[in-house]
């Protein structure tokens, strides 16, 4: 076990920022459960992109949650994100943070470093730059902004890395369960959009980049075979309501189209109510897994694929004994080490059929643990 470099049970004031995607968020919160844990009288802040704010404004873990927004020219605003945020980052700033910390293990792309070397922290931890082969190339000099930096070994979860960090500054783990943190209005809008008539299926059919996308007419062979006679709904941004169309046309009658029209939180509502969820490899399929649902996901990277990768399962499948992982058997030519296309690939040597009965398969041991 490394070494810890700070006491944080003796910490007044933290700042957590985490400024990346929803699905990195999720696999975060065992470590902001691990942290308000380790330092329950902490004052603790959490800073994230304003995309995550509707996930991250509830979490109990914190005392506020901020957003910060860079500026034209140089500089940073900052939004409020749960109420009187602005005020408790303030006061904190003002006075200084005890630690700055930053549970981001691969490559930053939001400035996350920049607002560490700026916090005012006086103890600043992250993950080293060395980590990775393209955070070494794309983030070279950042560990100047650092204080300690922490190179785990690789071959690990997102979740457990985040978890060495924690144990870095001086903190235990709670547990390593994903969670997230609904309303009672976020469960009544889901139940009303999804109504009360019979079990569902929820489908995410959309990702961050196209290599990452099962071709939606596979996906309705699939969602056909396995959705029996459940209804199919549909989740994402207005971006899949042409592969929601295909779906609907797959299964005439029995598909609620839900995309464009949910938060992050009403989403996962809507998932915690399903009897399983199909998805890609993104944050709706985080959410299935901090909603104990059984999760099936389309992966592009191939068995046998570098499990270090950004893409690899190894690294951020969902973190669940419930989930099933569906990837191509070997990379496609001229892909090697994972799928490096513009569009559905690798991904697309899925057979539809072995995925049917894998899903169907996953679905008969039930919903609930």
């Known amino acids: 076990m ?78 409020a994100v749960s109420p ?20 981001r293990y691969d490559f930053d792309r939001h400035g ?50 985040a978890l060495s960090l924690l144990e870095f500054v001086g903190g235990r783990p709670d547990g390593t369960a994903v969670e997230l943190y609904l309303t009672d209005e976020d ?15 929820a489908v995410a059919p959309g990702a961050a980049s196209g290599r990452r996308v099962y071709p939606v007419e596979r996906l309705a062979e699939v969602v056909a075979a396995v959705a029996g006679e459940r209804r199919v709904v549909v989740l994402g941004t207005g971006a899949e309501r042409t592969a929601a169309a295909v779906l609907e046309a797959a299964l005439p009658g029995r598909v609620i189209d839900l995309t464009g029209r949910t938060g992050l939180r009403t989403a996962a509502a809507v998932i915690g109510r399903a009897e399983g969820l199909i998805a890609m490899d993104s944050a709706p399929a985080h959410m299935g897994a901090a909603m104990v649902v059984p ?38 030519p001229p892909c090697t080490a994972s799928c490096s296309a513009g569009e559905p690939h690798c991904i697309a040597a899925i057979d539809p059929d072995a995925a049917a009965r894998a899903i169907a398969a996953l679905l008969a041991k039930g919903c609930r643990p």
């Open 112 to 161: 996350a470093t920049t607002f560490a070397a700026n916090s005012r922290g006086r103890v600043v931890v992250g993950f080293s730059e060395t980590v990775t082969p393209w955070k070494a190339e794309g983030n070279t000099g950042f560990d100047r902004a650092y204080s300690h930096v922490l190179a785990p070994p690789p071959g690990r979860h997102e979740v457990e890395q």
């Open 2 to 79: 490394t070494t810890p470099v700070f006491d944080v049970a003796k910490a007044q004031r933290i700042l957590v920022i985490k400024l990346d995607e929803a699905g990195d968020f999720i696999l975060g919160t065992p470590f902001l459960r691990g942290l308000r844990a380790s330092a329950p009288g902490a004052r603790i802040v959490l800073a994230v992109r304003p995309e995550v704010g509707d996930l991250a404004a509830p979490c109990p873990h914190v005392d506020a949650v901020i957003a910060p927004i860079p500026k034209d020219g140089g500089g940073i605003d900052f939004r």
């Open 187 to 201: 469960w009544a809008e889901a139940a009303r959009l999804v109504g009360a008539t019979g079990p569902f299926l």
């Open 295 to 332: 999760v099936a996901v389309f992966s592009c990277h191939p068995e046998g694929g570098d499990p270090d990768h950004y893409h690899a399962p190894e690294r951020f499948r969902p973190w669940s004994d419930r989930a099933l992982v569906l990837r191509p058997k070997t990379a496609v």
């Open 84 to 103: 009187g945020g602005l005020a408790v980052f303030a006061e904190a700033y003002r006075a200084g943070f005890d630690l700055t910390v930053v549970p």
